[in-house]
Structure formats: structure tokens, C-alpha cells
């Protein structure tokens, strides 16, 4: 061949790859093994190149690692439940796994064509049972072990997808992370894993992470957010129950003038019971309930409280101190309560002056008092005031008052954490059902292991509203008690979809398994994934969710390391016309498209020489002709050497060789030192 014709060339080797099932690979103890993967892939119909970026990247390390020696695992699979694929059915009357297949069918297709050295052999659908089984029987190990349970809770809840999210779900200024719609809140039954119980390890284990960019540690140390202080208790006058506080400041404790409780504390609603207006009462707290979480979070609206008309005493000073709830105390920090030392601080201030609350000086930061009737004084100082602690200095005074909180029975030191359990309670249909019973005479039940997976049933009217549509299969719900045989009833929830990302790389270590998800031996050579890439958009959620999963794997004694990645790479953006890819935009690239035209050793080697991998790229029709004219040359510089300069398969020129193709050698085996 004396022209270069990347589509022939495509095609030719494409297809001997599969024929010799080039990319598939076993467990080789003899040799090195090297695990990358990118982020697993939902299927949302055609890949653009902002997407086959991230793959590309990772394909990359397989093939050099790959030429290097290694035992390369590069598989790929789908992420395939989720809201969009519902959401689609309820518009325009498509199942969800119709589209779903349609879409994986497409995207695999362009994903050969761009000539990614995948073990298809490992490719699996989340959807599928094979997959959700062992989702189910994760649930279950967990169940077991109490880190799966079932509570009322205050969650939020996405109007427009009709579901359930996540705290962590919820970003930017309150709406969903998926549709945008502002996210209210409702009172809930719902199913939460316990990653709280891991709390403490998950942040130990980020000062192992040495390969991962500091910016997503950073991101995954302050969302876990750990705090220490104490748990003090101010018992309410004229009851028998007491309300309890954090705080991480109980050196201000004596400037403690009242108490703020959130309109979701469980004390709140016995209050408005026993108050002269219950109904009033009532009011007030369902118009704080009702507004914007996030509004609340940061402080977006206006501060307003009513005294509940309750006192509780201070256990430190003794004194009795009125009980407010205030709109911007949120129920998921803390314990849903605070002391307000509005000397002290900045909110407390706010809330104290608006509505002449005392203010109290206890911290002195100078040698003169500070003006907190201005503003608040938040620094540490010498403590006044403050009874047997006056003239102490604070922090150091802390441990002392934290001792004889405890000594005296009202108090102790505690660790809390921002991070809280994780809600998967899902109202909708296309995710994993939740393997539980419910019977009246036997409560909460497992589904036994030997009646996995309990399979989705057949769903063909959408309409978004209203409760899960699992709800209205009566074949699905109505079931015999594992216990005592009688009449019982299914969950109807799904679980969220981010539980099936949360280990889908443990599962490509052993696809076919159909006892667990996967064995231990399997695991034991395959992982950790030495190289990871993805969208930095998933720092918090799918990576964090995913070294949760991996550490009660461990515990459940499949998995015998802490961490699932070992080098994490967070790739740059592509973008068009000065913004991100994306449908909803209109200014998609089309890989296929440019795959017609030039080839896919054009379009890899533009996306990968445009910029460095963790920058943007702005896309550029004129950039990929310029990698396409690069390639022509290579291959004219090849096809007119290579026989000469290859020397019969030896590493150098023989003594027939001239200077000039001595050189040329030279300079390739230089290039590839380097590129090395």
C-alpha cells in the first residue's frame, strides 16, 4: 500500500482483534498484572467525543501496558438503570429496556469502531439479573450485619423525577443533580445504608491515596467532615426529657442564652401537642419545613424562630434558658439541636439581635472586652465569666469542661461527622428491587439467598406520579412470608442507582460467577484498579460510595484490601464552542462522523495531543486534519523504510545499513525511550 487509507485499516485489524481475541485475558500468576478502567458508562443513546475521551485515555495505558509485559484487564460494561431511561418511557412510551438495549447496542458499536482494546468478553448490563442478584445479595449481607435499616426520615424529594435523592444528590442551590428542578422536602419510610459506621476509616484511608489528585481528596475529606467535640444534654423544665447539643466550642457554653431547635426535631411536634395553640403552633413549623433545604444550609433566607414557650436548664451554669426553632437549624447536622451563644457566634448573633435575645461575653480574645453587642467575638481567648473556668485559655480548657460534663453525668466528648447515612430508597421502577418482605406477624424479612435475584416484573404504563410502579403489579407485591408462610407484601422501592456503580469493578474480575459476585481469588489477583479515570464530577458520590462498598466486602470476607483505585485520573472536559459537550446544548461532535473522514487513529491522536489530559479541550475540526496529515506522513516515512531499517526483525541495522537509515533507527528506538 502506497496510500493511506485509515478505514480499510480499521477494519482489517479491528476484525483480527476480535478473531483472536486479542484484549481477553485470565488470572496469570507469572506475570504482572495491570487493572485500568474508566468510569463506567450509562447508556444514554450515542457517544459524542467528549465522552471517548475518557476512554481513549484509558486505552492508551492498556496498550502500553500491554507491549510493556503486563497481564492487562481493560473491560467495559454498562451503567444501566436509572431515571433517564424511565423518564423517557413516561414522555414517549418506550420500556426502558428497549431503549436501554437499543442505546448499548449503538454505543458499543462506536466504541468498536474507535478501536478501544476492551475484553468484551467480561461486558455486562446492570440491568440484567445476573448483575442486580448480587445487589441484592450485598443488601442482604448488610441487612445482616445492621448497616442496611429502615427509618422515618425527612429526605428530599425531586418533584419533576418523583423520587428520593441523596444529600449528596442535591448540589448547587438545592435542586436535583440530574434535572435541575428544586428539591423539596417530605417525610419518608425509607432504606439507608449505614456508611457512617466507616466514617472514621473512609478519611484515615484518604492519606493513602498518594496517586489521586489532591483536589478530590480535598473534596472527599471536608464532604465526610469530621468534628470534634461534645454532647451535652439541657434537660426541659417542667418534663421529663432533655435536649441535646454539639458543640465543638463548649469553652463558650456559659454564653449560652437559648436554644435553637431545627422544625424537624422529633421534640418539636410533643411541644406544639402541649402548647396553648397547637394548630398555631403547627403552622409555624410546617411553613419552616416547607422552605428551601439549601436556602436553609447557607443561610439564603431570612434568619426567623418563635419561642416555643419551653425553658431548659443549662447544666453548667444552672440557669434557665428559653427554646426557640429557628428556620435555619437543619435537622441532618448535629443532633438537630444547638446552644445559640450569640456572642460567639455569627448566626446566633443575628438570630439574638433581631429578636433581643441576650448577648454574653465568656470568651475574652484580648486583654479589653469585645464589643458583642455589635458583633460576635469568634476567636479563642481567655474564658470570663464563666464560673470555675474564668481565667482559663481556650482550646486547652475544652478537655478539662468535657471531663466534668462527663463526671457529672450531663456530657460527654464525641466525634461527629457531615457525612450521614446514605438514603437508596428509590420511588421508581427501572432500578433494583429491595429483597425485603414486610409481614404483619413476623415484621421485616430478608428474601432467603436461594429465591435471588427477585426480578423486575413487567412494567408497560409509565406516568411518573403517584407511588413506585411496582406498587400496582399485584403479582409482584403480594408474596408468602419466608418465615411463617403467610400472606406478605414486597418493598416496592428501587434502589438507587449509584448502589450498582458502587462494585461494578469488582464484578469484571469475575463476570460469569453465578454463586457470589465475585471470588476472592479473583479479587485478590485483579485489584485494586491501578489506573481509574473519570469525570471529576463523581469525586464525592460514585467514589466514595465505592470505598465504602469496598470495605464491607472486606468485612463480609471477599476482598482482603481498604481501597478500590489506586491511580485515579480526572480527565478535562471537551468543549464546543467555548462550552461542554452535551445534547441539551446542540454541540456534539459526533465521533462516527469524524471516524468516516479520517479514521480513529486520527481522532484518538488529536483528543490526546490537544492538551494535557486533566485540562479542557476545545474542540477543533481544523486540529483533527492536522493529526490526519501527521499520520499520512508517518505512514509514507514507514511504508518507504520499514523493510530496509527493519534488518530482518534485529533490534539495529546490520553492516549494510546506510548512515542515514543507521540514523533513522537510532531516532526510533530514541522516540520510544522517551514516549516510554
Not at 424529594?157 to 449528596?168: M, Y
Not at 471536608?222 to 461534645?230: D, K, L, Q, V, Y
Not at 458520590?541 to 464491607?552: A, D, K, M, N, Q
Not at 534488518?647 to 525511550?673: F, N, S, V, W, Y
Amino acid at each position: 500500500m502506497t496510500d493511506y487509507a485509515p478505514q480499510a485499516l480499521d477494519k482489517k485489524w479491528q476484525a483480527r482483534w476480535t478473531r483472536d481475541r486479542a484484549f481477553e485475558v485470565e488470572v496469570d500468576p507469572s506475570r504482572p498484572k495491570y487493572y485500568t478502567l474508566e468510569m463506567f458508562a450509562y447508556p444514554s443513546g450515542h457517544a459524542h467525543v467528549g465522552h471517548v475521551r475518557n476512554y481513549i485515555i484509558g486505552d492508551i495505558m492498556a496498550r502500553t501496558k500491554r507491549m510493556r509485559g503486563y497481564n492487562v484487564l481493560h473491560p467495559f460494561g454498562w451503567d444501566a438503570f436509572g431515571l433517564p431511561a424511565e423518564n423517557a418511557a413516561i414522555k414517549t412510551g418506550t420500556h426502558p429496556e428497549k431503549s436501554t438495549f437499543d442505546n448499548i447496542a449503538h454505543m458499543k458499536g462506536q466504541l468498536q469502531r474507535l478501536g478501544i482494546s476492551y475484553a468484551w468478553e467480561r461486558e455486562f448490563a446492570t440491568c440484567t439479573p445476573d448483575y442486580y442478584h448480587f445487589n441484592q445479595w450485598i443488601f442482604l449481607q448488610m441487612f445482616e450485619r445492621g448497616l442496611a435499616y429502615r427509618k422515618r426520615s425527612t429526605v428530599n424529594w425531586c418533584p419533576k423525577d418523583n423520587t428520593v435523592l441523596a444529600n449528596e444528590q442535591v448540589v448547587d442551590d438545592g435542586v436535583c443533580w440530574r434535572c435541575g428542578t428544586t428539591v423539596v422536602q417530605r417525610d419518608l419510610e425509607q432504606w439507608f445504608f449505614k456508611i457512617t459506621a466507616y466514617a472514621d476509616e473512609l478519611l484515615q484511608g484518604l492519606d493513602t491515596l498518594s496517586e489521586w489528585p489532591e483536589k478530590v481528596v480535598v473534596m472527599q475529606r471536608n464532604w465526610i467532615g469530621r468534628s470534634e467535640g461534645a454532647r451535652v444534654r439541657f434537660a426541659v423544665q417542667d418534663s421529663d426529657t432533655a435536649v441535646e447539643i454539639f458543640t465543638t466550642r463548649i469553652d463558650t457554653i456559659y454564653g449560652a442564652t437559648f436554644v435553637l431547635l431545627a422544625p424537624e426535631h422529633a421534640m418539636v411536634d410533643r411541644f406544639a401537642a402541649e402548647s396553648a395553640d397547637p394548630d398555631g403552633f403547627r403552622r409555624k413549623v410546617q411553613a419552616f419545613r416547607s422552605l428551601d433545604r439549601q436556602a436553609r444550609l447557607t443561610g439564603e433566607i431570612e434568619k426567623e424562630g418563635f419561642d416555643t414557650g419551653r425553658t431548659a436548664i443549662n447544666p453548667f451554669t444552672g440557669q434557665a434558658v428559653p427554646i426557640w426553632i429557628a428556620n435555619f437549624v437543619l435537622m441532618d447536622y448535629g443532633t438537630g439541636a444547638i446552644m445559640a451563644v450569640p456572642a460567639h457566634d455569627e448566626r446566633d448573633h443575628e438570630f439574638a439581635t433581631k429578636y433581643g435575645l441576650p448577648i454574653r461575653e465568656v470568651v475574652r480574645a484580648g486583654d479589653t472586652p469585645a464589643d458583642v453587642v455589635s458583633k460576635a467575638s469568634t476567636q479563642y481567648g481567655r474564658l470570663v465569666d464563666s464560673g470555675p473556668y474564668t481565667g482559663q485559655d481556650a482550646p486547652a480548657v475544652m478537655s478539662r469542661m468535657i471531663a466534668d460534663a462527663e463526671a457529672q453525668g450531663f456530657g460527654k466528648g464525641e466525634v461527629q461527622f457531615r457525612l450521614k447515612d446514605w438514603g437508596i430508597s428509590r420511588q421508581r421502577y427501572w432500578g433494583t428491587p429491595i429483597p425485603v418482605i414486610y409481614c404483619d406477624r413476623c415484621g421485616v424479612q430478608g428474601v432467603p439467598y436461594d429465591q435471588l435475584p427477585v426480578e423486575l416484573p413487567t412494567v408497560t404504563t409509565f406516568t411518573g406520579r403517584g407511588d413506585s410502579p411496582l406498587a400496582a403489579v399485584e403479582s409482584f407485591v403480594t408474596v408468602r412470608c419466608p418465615s411463617c408462610g403467610g400472606q406478605a407484601r414486597r418493598e416496592t422501592d428501587t434502589m438507587d442507582t449509584f448502589v450498582d456503580s458502587s462494585w461494578y469493578f469488582l464484578r469484571f474480575c469475575d463476570p460469569k460467577n453465578g454463586a457470589l459476585p465475585f471470588s476472592k481469588a479473583s479479587a485478590a489477583y485483579w485489584m485494586p484498579v491501578d489506573f481509574y479515570s473519570g469525570g471529576v464530577e463523581h469525586a464525592i458520590l460514585h467514589l466514595l460510595y465505592s470505598r465504602f462498598f469496598t470495605r464491607v466486602l472486606r468485612d463480609v470476607g471477599l476482598l482482603t484490601f481498604d481501597e478500590p483505585f489506586k491511580r485515579l485520573l480526572t480527565q478535562g472536559m471537551v468543549l464546543k464552542d467555548g462550552a461542554v459537550m452535551s445534547k441539551s446544548k446542540g454541540n456534539v461532535v459526533d465521533p462516527d462522523t469524524m471516524l468516516a473522514k479520517y479514521g480513529a487513529d486520527a481522532l484518538r491522536l488529536y483528543v490526546m495531543f490537544v492538551a494535557p489530559p486533566e485540562k479542557e479541550v476545545e474542540w477543533s475540526d481544523s486540529g483533527l486534519e492536522g493529526s490526519f496529515r501527521f499520520l499520512l506522513r508517518v505512514w509514507r516515512l514507514v511504508d518507504h523504510w520499514a523493510e530496509t531499517v527493519a534488518g530482518d526483525g534485529m533490534p539495529g541495522c546490520g553492516p549494510e545499513c546506510t548512515e542515514a537509515e543507521r540514523a533513522l533507527r537510532r531516532k526510533t528506538h530514541d522516540t520510544i525511550q522517551r514516549v516510554t
